[in-house]
């Protein structure tokens, strides 16, 4: 499985971006996904996480009502809107894919170790 995002990029305090993370590889269903961020000289972070079936999802608690996760599991991808943006959220983000197949369609978690599969990581910077 290997996983491409994009939609990173340079925006002002306030603006808004849309995350892009593509699925390819040996898929045969679709699995939970998530996006982490690293800010520099931090650890990385949980952003948000969305289930299988797309009707379960989880951000931080700092993050809720600016940020939104969706996906299109007929795309095998998987989206994160930001809006409001500061200059805190300045980061690289990444998206990432947990390979089990859960019995619950409705699983999601906000551990990293969850996941096996990271995306390469897209630079969002937030300037004031």
């Known amino acids: 499985v290997q996983l491409q995002a994009s939609g990173g990029g340079l925006v002002q305090a306030g603006g808004s971006l849309r995350l892009s993370c593509v699925a390819s590889?040996?898929?045969?269903?679709?699995?939970?996904m998530a996006w982490f961020r690293q800010a520099p000289g931090k650890e990385r972070e949980f952003v948000a996480a969305?289930?299988?079936?797309?009707?379960?999802?989880n951000y931080a608690d700092s993050l809720k009502g600016r940020f939104t996760i969706s996906r299109d599991n007929a795309k095998n991808t998987v989206y994160l809107q930001m809006n409001s943006l500061a200059p805190e959220d300045t980061a690289v983000y990444y998206c990432?894919?947990?390979?089990?197949?859960?019995?619950?369609?409705?699983?999601?978690?906000?551990?990293?170790?969850?996941?096996?599969?990271w995306g390469q990581g897209t630079q969002v910077t937030v300037s004031s």
């Open positions: 969305i289930s299988r079936s797309g009707l379960r999802t």
């Open positions: 590889g040996r898929i045969f269903n679709t699995y939970v």
């Open positions: 990432a894919l947990d390979p089990k197949n859960y019995m619950s369609s409705d699983y999601i978690s906000s551990d990293q170790a969850t996941y096996n599969y």
